[in-house]
């Protein structure tokens, strides 16, 4: 499987200010998903993100308010703009094994988001 | 749509115990993938298992095993003689075999295992 890293691993964030989210992967991938999970929830997905092409965005969720950049296959960013509390999450990226045909994500640590 | 059910929302054992967690899905396609997930109290989520809708043959790893069962649209999870490290949120996941693999999550299921 891959491995993910993300950063930060955890921020305190105010309200109204905006946090960029890190996934790095140590290899190639084509596709990369991010997903949030709010306290004592289950997880719910964002957007996938294909390396030059826009993001697409699940329903509940705009560009506006979760912008993602893909501008590699190793990289991605998310950001979480003009925070409230209700934005305090655990945010994951994901990505699909680089072996294809397994069909399997695998998810990175998370970074744990909480917004006063 | 697709959708994911874990009835159970928290099971304690005691160590040594058996204990299964239950996932119930639906979907509409024929062809789609299941799968469990760990979640540990430090929050990364780590892969378990992945099983295609084609394969109804159970599957043993160690301490883990699996039922899937088409007829009942269930996969469940069993962790023989648990142990404290197993202690976790639990998430059964379904997603499409087609097309990018949208993962749709259960609730999970929190398992406490004591001393």
């Known amino acids: 499987s891959a491995v993910i890293s993300q950063k930060p691993s955890r921020d305190i964030c105010q309200r109204g200010t905006s946090l960029t989210i890190q996934c790095q992967v140590d290899?190639?991938?084509?596709?990369m998903f991010w997903y949030r999970q709010q306290p004592g929830q289950s997880l719910t997905l964002i957007a996938t993100?294909?390396?030059?092409?826009?993001?697409?965005?699940e329903s509940g969720f705009v560009i506006d308010k979760f912008p993602i950049s893909r501008p590699n296959l190793t990289f991605s960013t998310l950001t979480v703009s003009n925070m409230s509390p209700e934005d305090s999450s655990i945010y994951l990226c994901?990505?699909?094994?680089?072996?294809?045909?397994?069909?399997?994500?695998?998810f990175g640590p998370g970074t744990r988001l909480t917004v006063l | 749509a697709q959708k994911v059910t874990q009835a159970q929302t928290e099971i304690s054992v005691v160590e040594k115990e058996d204990v299964t967690l239950d996932c119930v899905y639906e979907?509409?396609?024929?062809?789609?993938?299941l799968f469990w997930y760990k979640q540990p109290p430090s929050g990364e989520l780590v892969f378990l298992i992945r099983?295609?809708?084609?394969?109804?043959q159970n599957e043993i790893s160690g301490r883990y095993s699996w039922n899937f069962q088409k007829s009942t649209s269930s996969f469940n999870f069993t962790i023989t003689a648990s142990q404290v490290v197993d202690s976790a949120v639990y998430f059964c996941?379904?997603?499409?075999?087609?097309?990018?693999?949208?993962?749709?999550f259960g609730t999970g299921t929190r398992l406490l295992v004591s001393p």
């Open positions: 290899s190639q991938v084509t596709m």
């Open positions: 979907t509409r396609d024929t062809t789609y993938y």
């Open positions: 996941a379904l997603s499409e075999a087609t097309g990018f693999q949208k993962l749709v």
């Open positions: 993100a294909n390396q030059g092409s826009e993001a697409t965005y």
């Open positions: 994901s990505v699909e094994s680089p072996n294809s045909g397994t069909d399997t994500q695998y």
């Open positions: 099983r295609n809708s084609f394969d109804e």
